[in-house]
């Protein structure tokens, strides 16, 4: 019998059905999902022929020590956190699921606009502790909102600020022009333009080598004084220490954050100190449909790897 280590604390959490394509399989499955923790990771992994994977660290030396495991699914888009090369070299599979969490994810990132915008969970707060006053917001409608990549999910975002009436600037090196559908309201742009004009920058590209840190100080510094910046993608994209100066300096109107450099993020970092910082805790692909789309994917995924058959979204 084949045995699955799933990692992913959202797994199998809101639908039966992908542990059951995996126990239909003859598949063995261990959750540790919930009560995660790195350290009993790191001995038991050894022990799995296939693992589906949440955001946490899979270290190389560890990888190695997996001479058992065929296949790695990422519960999610992003791969930062797996060693691909390392993979590669020991015939490990590697796939993930790139495509179906675009609309919740985008639904969150749009909702993070509005509400820093407006000041919705500011004025909650204030309310909460028995102080009625208004808190002036600004208009979204109407203004410019910057798309630092134009995958999926940023398509998707740019889709609903199509409702709102707002130009949209993207940069993204590897699109060479935009598709028919957002010709009339979506331009590419160099970086430079996209910081100096956007209103609203939300961050939509993978944590690499090229994009870590991309977000400093002097790069915070070059965006609009009452403009504001969300990130959905990954924490590192972002320096927080910058982030937190920039702030406190009154370069930028507010952040918010779906994802930070630490997971989960440390009870001291200065940035929970700012009201115009609203940080969630990585749940962008978490509503029900993305979740169960998602994890249907992996487990059918993780028995075609076993099985020798060809998997969808195959990374590795």
Same mark, same amino acid.
């Given at each position: 019998?084949?045995? *699955?280590?799933?990692? /992913?604390?959202?797994?199998?959490? =809101?639908?039966?059905?992908?542990?059951?394509?995996?126990? =239909?399989?003859?598949?063995?499955?261990?959750?540790?999902?919930?009560?995660?923790?790195?350290?009993?990771?790191?001995?038991?992994?050894?022990?799995?022929?296939?693992?589906?994977?949440?955001?946490?660290?899979?270290?190389?030396?560890?990888?190695?020590?997996?001479?058992?495991?065929?296949?790695?699914?990422?519960?999610?888009?992003?791969?930062?956190?797996?060693?691909?090369?390392?993979?590669?070299?020991?015939?490990?599979?590697?796939?993930?699921?790139?495509?179906?969490?675009?609309?919740?994810?985008?639904?969150?990132?749009?909702?993070?606009?509005?509400?820093?915008?407006?000041?919705?969970?500011?004025?909650?707060?204030?309310?909460? #502790?028995?102080?009625?006053?208004?808190?002036?917001?600004?208009?979204?409608?109407? =203004?410019?909102?910057?798309?630092?990549?134009?995958?999926?999910?940023?398509?998707?975002?740019?889709?609903?600020?199509?409702?709102?009436?707002?130009?949209?600037?993207?940069?993204?090196?590897?699109?060479?022009?935009?598709?028919?559908?957002?010709?009339?309201?979506? /331009?590419?742009?160099?970086?430079?333009?996209?910081?100096?004009? /956007?209103?609203?920058?939300?961050?939509?590209?993978?944590?690499?080598?090229?994009?870590?840190?991309?977000?400093?100080?002097?790069?915070?510094?070059?965006?609009?004084?009452?403009?504001?910046?969300?990130?959905?993608?990954?924490?590192?994209?972002? /320096?927080?220490?910058?982030?937190?100066?920039?702030?406190?300096?009154?370069? !930028?109107?507010?952040?918010?954050?779906?994802?930070?450099? #630490?997971?989960?993020?440390?009870?001291?970092?200065?940035?929970?100190?700012?009201?115009?910082? *609203?940080?969630?805790?990585? !749940?962008?692909?978490?509503?029900?449909?993305?979740?169960?789309?998602?994890?249907?994917?992996?487990?059918?995924?993780?028995?075609?790897?076993?099985?020798?058959?060809?998997?969808?979204?195959?990374?590795?």
């Amino acid at each position: 019998m084949y045995k *699955v280590l799933v990692t /992913s604390r959202s797994f199998g959490q =809101k639908s039966h059905l992908p542990i059951e394509v995996l126990e =239909k399989a003859d598949i063995e499955v261990t959750h540790m999902g919930q009560d995660f923790n790195l350290e009993r990771f790191e001995t038991e992994v050894k022990d799995y022929d296939a693992l589906i994977i949440g955001a946490h660290p899979f270290r190389t030396e560890v990888m190695r020590g997996c001479q058992k495991l065929e296949i790695v699914a990422k519960h999610g888009a992003g791969v930062d956190n797996i060693d691909l090369v390392t993979a590669r070299e020991m015939g490990i599979l590697v796939t993930n699921v790139p495509a179906m969490n675009a609309n919740a994810v985008a639904d969150l990132a749009f909702g993070h606009i509005l509400n820093l915008s407006r000041g919705i969970s500011i004025a909650d707060k204030r309310v909460h #502790k028995g102080e009625w006053k208004p808190y002036t917001g600004r208009d979204v409608f109407g =203004k410019t909102l910057g798309l630092v990549g134009f995958g999926a999910i940023a398509k998707n975002v740019a889709r609903r600020a199509k409702g709102f009436s707002m130009k949209v600037y993207a940069y993204d090196p590897f699109q060479e022009s935009v598709p028919e559908e957002f010709r009339d309201f979506v /331009s590419l742009v160099d970086f430079d333009t996209l910081l100096a004009e /956007s209103d609203v920058i939300s961050i939509h590209v993978p944590l690499t080598a090229e994009t870590n840190g991309l977000f400093d100080y002097d790069t915070i510094c070059r965006m609009k004084k009452e403009s504001i910046l969300v990130n959905t993608g990954r924490g590192g994209i972002i /320096s927080e220490e910058d982030l937190y100066q920039a702030l406190v300096e009154g370069r !930028i109107l507010g952040a918010a954050l779906d994802v930070t450099e #630490k997971e989960p993020i440390d009870s001291g970092n200065p940035l929970l100190t700012l009201e115009n910082v *609203v940080i969630t805790p990585h !749940i962008g692909m978490y509503s029900l449909e993305a979740i169960n789309a998602v994890g249907m994917i992996c487990a059918e995924n993780v028995v075609r790897g076993l099985k020798g058959e060809e998997l969808e979204f195959r990374v590795v």
